[in-house]
Nanobody, 113 residues
């Protein structure tokens, strides 16, 4: 199983930006879809954005126009650029290999008002 490691979370004020990274231990970004999910305390884990092996992207309505998912297949890294952050974006963000029970450990994003 390919190991996924997220980084880039932190504390930011509303309106600020963060860039999350997900590094994979193997070459998986060309073989299937990948996604970013988030889970707030007491809430379910929800899809934030996904990217297919062909580069097609999808976003949750709540982040459209603010977040951008991308990947570097040479470096086996996926990114989530998050702009205009809101307190409602506060959650643990997870990297996921779609179609597999393969998750990263998560990175905390906290947005203060």
């Amino acid at each position: 199983q390919v190991h996924l490691v997220e980084s880039g979370g932190g504390l930011v004020q509303a309106g600020g930006s963060l860039r999350l990274s997900c590094v994979a231990s193997g070459s998986i970004f060309n073989s299937g879809a990948m996604g970013w999910y988030r889970q707030a305390p007491g809430e379910q884990r929800d899809l934030v954005a996904a990217i297919t092996s062909g580069g097609i992207t999808t976003y949750a309505d709540s982040v459209k126009g603010r977040f951008t998912i991308s990947r570097d297949t040479v470096k086996n890294t996926m990114f989530l650029q998050m702009n205009s952050l809101k307190p409602a974006d506060t959650a643990v963000y997870y990297c996921h290999q779609e179609g597999y029970d393969n998750w990263g450990q998560g990175t905390q994003v906290s947005v203060s008002s």
